[in-house]
C-alpha cells in the first residue's frame, strides 16, 4: 500500500457516518431578526457607511440631480461616467452636468481615456444592508462593473426604502433565488488594503472615495 492510500486510507476511516446537519439560515436569520424600523435602518446604514470612511448625502427624488450637479462642481469632477440607458440615464442627461461622459463604446476603444482621465462614476444600487453600511450593485450591460470599479471616485444612488436589515433579508425580500445576476457587487466604502505592517491605504484596487447619494422623504432630510 502506498503513502497516499494509507492517507486516504486514514481520511475515510476518520469521516463521520452522517454529514452533519447544515444550520437552516432561515431559522438563524429568525432568531437575528430585529425588525427595525425605517428610521433605524437608516440611521444604522449611515452610521456603519461613515465608519467605513463612505460618505452619505441625503436627497430627494426632486433634488437628487441638483446635489449631484453641485457635487461635481464642489469636487472640480470633469468626466463623470455613467450609463446613458441605465435607469437614472435620462435624469442625468437633463441635469444640466456638464461633466457627463456616457459608457458607450467597448472599453478597448477607450482605456487609456478611462483609466486616466475620467474622475467619477455613477452607478444606482438596487439595495443596502443597515448591519454592514454595504451598497448592493447589480452591473448589468447598461450600467457595467467598470463604471463603479475604475474611476478614482464612485457615486452611488439608492433609495431608503431598500435598506435591508441584514444580508439574508436582502436576498429573501428581493428574492435572489430567481434572478440573481451574473455579477453582484456588496460595497461597504472605497477600496481599502492593509500590508503587513497593517497601514491602511485607500484606492488600491478601485475607488477611493464613495460617495451615497440615499433618496428618503423631505422630513427625513
Given at each position: 500500500?502506498s503513502?497516499r492510500?494509507?492517507?486516504l486510507?486514514r481520511l475515510?476511516?476518520?469521516?463521520?457516518?452522517?454529514?452533519?446537519?447544515?444550520?437552516d439560515?432561515?431559522?438563524l436569520?429568525?432568531?437575528?431578526r430585529?425588525?427595525?424600523s425605517?428610521?433605524?435602518?437608516i440611521a444604522?446604514?449611515?452610521?456603519?457607511m461613515?465608519?467605513w470612511?463612505g460618505?452619505?448625502m441625503r436627497?430627494t427624488?426632486d433634488?437628487?440631480?441638483?446635489?449631484?450637479r453641485e457635487?461635481?462642481?464642489?469636487?472640480?469632477?470633469g468626466?463623470?461616467?455613467?450609463g446613458a440607458h441605465?435607469?437614472?440615464g435620462a435624469?442625468?442627461a437633463?441635469?444640466?452636468?456638464?461633466?457627463?461622459?456616457?459608457y458607450?463604446?467597448p472599453?478597448?476603444?477607450w482605456?487609456?481615456e478611462?483609466?486616466e482621465?475620467t474622475?467619477?462614476?455613477?452607478?444606482?444600487a438596487?439595495?443596502a444592508i443597515?448591519?454592514?453600511g454595504?451598497?448592493?450593485?447589480?452591473p448589468?450591460?447598461e450600467?457595467?462593473?467598470?463604471?463603479?470599479?475604475?474611476?478614482?471616485?464612485?457615486?452611488?444612488?439608492?433609495?431608503?426604502?431598500?435598506i435591508h436589515?441584514?444580508?439574508?433579508?436582502?436576498?429573501?425580500?428581493d428574492?435572489?433565488?430567481?434572478?440573481?445576476?451574473t455579477?453582484?457587487?456588496l460595497?461597504?466604502?472605497?477600496?481599502?488594503?492593509?500590508?503587513?505592517?497593517q497601514?491602511?491605504?485607500?484606492?488600491?484596487?478601485?475607488?477611493?472615495e464613495?460617495?451615497v447619494?440615499?433618496l428618503?422623504?423631505?422630513?427625513?432630510l
Amino acid at each position: 500500500m502506498s503513502a497516499r492510500d494509507r492517507i486516504l486510507g486514514r481520511l475515510r476511516g476518520s469521516a463521520p457516518a452522517v454529514a452533519p446537519s447544515l444550520p437552516d439560515a432561515h431559522a438563524l436569520y429568525a432568531a437575528r431578526r430585529t425588525d427595525a424600523s425605517r428610521a433605524e435602518r437608516i440611521a444604522s446604514f449611515c452610521l456603519q457607511m461613515t465608519f467605513w470612511r463612505g460618505g452619505v448625502m441625503r436627497v430627494t427624488t426632486d433634488s437628487w440631480t441638483a446635489r449631484l450637479r453641485e457635487l461635481c462642481a464642489a469636487k472640480g469632477i470633469g468626466s463623470l461616467l455613467y450609463g446613458a440607458h441605465g435607469v437614472h440615464g435620462a435624469a442625468l442627461a437633463a441635469a444640466g452636468i456638464h461633466s457627463l461622459t456616457p459608457y458607450d463604446r467597448p472599453v478597448d476603444e477607450w482605456k487609456q481615456e478611462l483609466f486616466e482621465n475620467t474622475d467619477a462614476g455613477f452607478t444606482s444600487a438596487c439595495g443596502a444592508i443597515a448591519e454592514t453600511g454595504t451598497l448592493i450593485v447589480w452591473p448589468d450591460v447598461e450600467e457595467p462593473r467598470l463604471i463603479s470599479l475604475v474611476p478614482p471616485i464612485h457615486i452611488a444612488l439608492v433609495d431608503a426604502g431598500n435598506i435591508h436589515d441584514m444580508l439574508f433579508a436582502a436576498m429573501i425580500n428581493d428574492s435572489w433565488s430567481g434572478r440573481l445576476p451574473t455579477n453582484a457587487l456588496l460595497i461597504s466604502g472605497p477600496s481599502k488594503t492593509a500590508d503587513i505592517q497593517q497601514t491602511l491605504a485607500y484606492g488600491a484596487h478601485g475607488p477611493k472615495e464613495l460617495i451615497v447619494l440615499l433618496l428618503v422623504n423631505e422630513e427625513e432630510l
